[in-house]
């Protein structure tokens, strides 16, 4: 009787998968070209990672978005998971999946108002950021998280800083155990841009359906890499008359508000530095940071 030698191929998938889940997200990555069955493994295990990932519980993805002059008047924001995209409308039509369709995946989230009796912060149109109740902050926002845009007459365009960061929240109030950057990026809101999105969104109150095209035009991305964006609404506001006198040639002062929609999240990015932060704590490397609430 001959004896076939046991070797790693030859193990059952359940032993296969138990064991490859010992290693590192970006230790499977260099096997996956080992064979094609370990790929379909890995993926496998890979795409369960990153469900998990996007909701685990006691950490929270927090927003932090502002204009550059008022980053440290701006609050951050703790947001509310709301979902990942499905695999199989990814890969569409093909057989099988790939990495390239699991990078491609990406976890929503919201931005939510701070809960309690607290006061929060609002955008005053000439003064900057003011003090405000929640009650009154969420009846002129509608309950999402919102920026005002004012643009004077020779200004082209206003910049958002943005920084999405994975908490683990601490025992008290206002400590965070570890913190790790998921993405951080300059975008520029164009004047153009904002009077589009102001046109399409009284289009689409007429049909109450936004097409494709229109969901995505709403989505900034914080960086060239697309690991964030926001999916914003745009209103448009009260005409402003700060700044000098409009000389010919020049455009109208305008003001709009950006409610913050959404938040989107590449998910493959957001697993890696899920496994950095469980890193962190297990070695003990996370420094807590104390924050301003």
Same mark, same amino acid.
């Given at each position: 009787?001959?004896?076939?030698?046991?070797?790693?191929?030859?193990?059952?998938?359940?032993?296969?998968?138990?064991?490859?889940?010992?290693?590192?997200?970006?230790?499977?990555?260099?096997?996956?070209?080992?064979?094609?069955?370990?790929?379909?493994?890995?993926?496998?295990?890979?795409?369960?990672?990153?469900?998990?990932?996007?909701?685990?519980?006691?950490?929270?993805?927090?927003?932090?978005?502002?204009?550059?002059?008022?980053?440290?008047?701006?609050?951050?924001?703790?947001?509310?998971?709301?979902?990942?995209?499905?695999?199989?409308?990814?890969?569409?039509?093909?057989?099988?999946?790939?990495?390239?369709?699991?990078?491609?995946?990406?976890?929503?989230?919201?931005?939510?108002?701070?809960?309690?009796?607290?006061?929060?912060?609002?955008?005053?149109?000439?003064?900057?950021?003011?003090?405000?109740?929640?009650?009154?902050?969420? /009846?002129? =926002?509608? !309950?999402?998280?919102?920026? $005002?845009? +004012?643009? @004077?007459?020779?200004?082209?365009?206003? %910049?958002?800083?943005?920084?999405?960061?994975?908490?683990?929240?601490?025992?008290?109030?206002?400590?965070?155990?570890?913190?790790?950057?998921?993405?951080?990026?300059?975008?520029?809101?164009?004047?153009?841009?904002?009077?589009?999105?102001?046109?399409?969104?009284?289009?689409?109150?007429?049909?109450?359906?936004?097409?494709?095209?229109?969901?995505?035009?709403?989505?900034?991305?914080?960086?060239?890499?697309?690991?964030?964006?926001?999916?914003?609404?745009?209103?448009?506001?009260? /005409?402003? =008359?700060? !700044?000098?006198?409009?000389? $010919?040639? +020049?455009? @109208?002062?305008?003001?709009?508000?950006? %409610?913050?929609?959404?938040?989107?999240?590449?998910?493959?990015?957001?697993?890696?530095?899920?496994?950095?932060?469980?890193?962190?704590?297990?070695?003990?490397?996370?420094?807590?940071?104390?924050?301003?609430?």
């Amino acid at each position: 009787m001959v004896e076939y030698p046991t070797t790693i191929g030859t193990l059952p998938n359940e032993i296969l998968m138990n064991v490859l889940c010992l290693f590192p997200t970006k230790s499977l990555l260099p096997l996956t070209l080992t064979s094609r069955r370990i790929h379909d493994v890995i993926l496998r295990i890979i795409h369960n990672r990153m469900l998990a990932a996007a909701n685990i519980p006691g950490h929270h993805v927090v927003l932090e978005c502002y204009h550059p002059s008022t980053k440290h008047s701006t609050p951050y924001y703790i947001c509310e998971y709301l979902g990942t995209d499905d695999l199989e409308t990814r890969a569409g039509l093909q057989d099988s999946c790939t990495l390239g369709h699991l990078r491609g995946l990406y976890s929503h989230f919201r931005p939510v108002q701070p809960e309690g009796d607290r006061k929060v912060w609002a955008v005053h149109p000439i003064s900057g950021w003011h003090a405000t109740t929640l009650d009154a902050f969420r /009846e002129n =926002t509608g !309950g999402l998280v919102s920026q $005002n845009v +004012d643009l @004077e007459s020779y200004e082209q365009f206003s %910049q958002l800083q943005s920084v999405v960061n994975l908490v683990k929240v601490g025992p008290k109030k206002g400590l965070f155990q570890s913190c790790v950057t998921i993405g951080e990026g300059l975008t520029r809101v164009w004047r153009n841009w904002l009077g589009e999105q102001v046109k399409r969104n009284e289009s689409s109150n007429d049909s109450q359906l936004e097409s494709e095209d229109d969901s995505k035009t709403r989505l900034l991305w914080s960086s060239m890499d697309q690991h964030t964006g926001l999916r914003l609404h745009v209103t448009e506001g009260k /005409e402003f =008359t700060v !700044g000098p006198t409009r000389r $010919n040639g +020049d455009d @109208e002062n305008v003001s709009y508000t950006l %409610q913050y929609e959404e938040l989107v999240v590449r998910t493959s990015q957001l697993l890696l530095q899920v496994e950095e932060s469980l890193s962190q704590e297990v070695n003990h490397e996370g420094k807590p940071m104390m924050t301003v609430s």
